[in-house]
């Protein structure tokens, strides 16, 4: 073995850096050249937005996995482990195999930290020959690397104002930005409104057909029993038939009170039951993700199956076969409840505003607004002043601490927006000091997620 295999793949992508941005795909397509075109040994799905990206690429993989395909999945950021980017068949990569991957592409330096894990996921899913690749975006659209992949369906989640610094500074230039990369056989977008609609069909590549989600799939929620807190039914029925999202819903409610229900015991809230209808296939499944935006994730992820049906890469959607691969999803960081050191746990990955409003709708739907408390910690990039905005009238105290980034949010700061919180040096010493006589809600990054998840090892879940 050489020493650069031997080093593993994070010791040769760290001179990469990894927060480095370059815009551009002519590296991408340089160096997919110089490696022989890999990606055009099979056909992919490409997903991008600003939120919900991950959560409908895994629904998307598992639910064409269960149909007997064989699904190369490529997603970013990472938790824990960077080999939880690539997986095949739902396994992660192994080290060795992605450090064996990683080494040659030294030969391409001027690639980024994630224009080589992209080389490096392209060449796995080739020389696995995956029936099809599932490709999540990264921060935007047009120069995103994913892109460089030459998608038969594109799937955009929603447009939001996350990294403004590198799309623009309003919705509809980030909408333009995202909206670039839809071309493909289908493009379909989850949810749209009058701000971002005209700008998508403007942006997305000529001749590409364009449609809603809500066109190809639906997903209801099943009422649950009477004595848990629910939403009507018709409210949610209306809210779906009129393509609304939770995320812009809760944008303009970001300054009302809380409501005021009875708490849910947190294992009540890991699953949704939920009926989906889409081609074919119609029944009940069990949604492993919580919170109402995930379900408009799911019927993205469905119409995106009903989509590649359509062209032939699926023989026909069967109900049993997207219940197994909704009901067979896991990923962690969202709405997750665990348990370590005598403590409850909900980790979240909410790392932008709009995201943290559809957390809140989740805490409010759940009966814990009002008795949690926060452990809290963000990049610097991130709009802190917004996101503490909303989760402070919803926790009954906060820590904050510092995350394992050179791009971290400096204490001080963390702690300004969270006037009357505790400090903690770090993550871990934040988890041996938290009460332990309430539910801590854990997020503001899916760095932090994966700080909190690493810690407790294998005592949650």
């Known amino acids: 073995m050489s020493l650069s295999h031997a080093l593993g793949a994070e010791a040769l992508l760290g001179p990469r850096l990894e927060q480095r941005i370059l815009p551009g795909l002519d590296r991408m397509r340089r160096a997919l050249e110089a490696l022989g075109r890999p990606e055009r040994s099979f056909p992919s799905a490409l997903i991008v937005g600003t939120n919900g990206k991950g959560s409908t690429a895994v629904l998307l993989a598992e639910i064409l996995r269960a149909h007997g395909l064989r699904v190369g999945l490529y997603t970013s950021p990472h938790l824990i482990e960077v080999e939880e980017r690539v997986r095949i ?130 997903v209801i929620p099943i009422e649950p029993r009477s004595e848990e807190p629910r939403v009507k039914s018709e409210e949610l029925k209306r809210k779906h038939q009129a393509g609304v999202s939770e995320l812009l819903t809760l944008n303009s409610q970001l300054s009302t009170a809380p409501r005021t229900v009875e708490p849910l015991n947190p294992r009540t809230f890991e699953r949704t039951r939920v009926t989906f209808t889409v081609g074919g ?107 503490a905005a909303i989760l402070r009238p919803r926790v009954r105290g906060v820590t904050v601490a510092p995350i394992a980034s050179p791009r971290a949010t400096p204490l001080n700061d963390l702690a300004a927006a969270f006037p009357g919180s505790q400090r903690a040096g770090s993550v871990a010493a934040a988890l041996l000091e938290i009460p332990t006589d309430c539910p801590t809600l854990v997020t503001g990054s899916l760095r932090l997620a994966g700080e909190v998840l690493a810690s407790l090892g294998g005592d949650h879940g």
């Open 89 to 218: 068949d739902g396994m992660m990569i192994p080290r060795s195999r992605l450090g064996e991957l990683v080494a040659p592409l030294e030969r391409f330096p001027d690639l980024s930290y994630f224009e080589t894990l992209t080389c490096a996921a392209v060449l796995e899913f080739a020389e696995r020959r995956v029936d099809i690749a599932v490709m999540e975006a990264g921060l935007g659209g047009r120069w995103d690397a994913a892109s460089a992949v030459e998608p038969e369906v594109t799937l955009l989640t929603n447009v939001g104002t996350d990294h403004q610094q590198w799309l623009g500074t309003t919705r509809a230039a980030i909408a333009a930005e995202k909206a670039a990369a839809l071309r493909g056989r289908e493009a379909i977008v989850g949810v749209w409104d009058h701000e971002v609609e005209p700008v998508v069909r403007a942006s997305a590549a000529p001749g590409t057909p364009l449609s809603l989600a809500s066109a190809w799939a639906t």
């Open 281 to 387: 296939a119609s029944g009940d499944a069990n949604l492993p993700l919580a919170g109402e935006h995930q379900r408009a994730n799911l019927t993205l992820a469905l119409a995106g199956a009903a989509a590649l049906a359509k062209h032939g890469f699926i023989r026909g959607l069967r109900t049993d076969a997207a219940r197994r691969g909704i009901e067979g999803v896991s990923w962690p960081g969202r709405l997750q409840w665990c348990q370590g050191r005598g403590r409850d746990l909900l980790v979240d990955g909410a790392h932008n505003r709009e995201a943290v409003a559809a957390l809140a709708g989740a805490l409010d739907s759940m009966g814990l607004s009002g008795s949690v408390h926060l452990l809290f910690s963000c990049l610097d990039d991130k709009p802190l002043k917004a996101m």
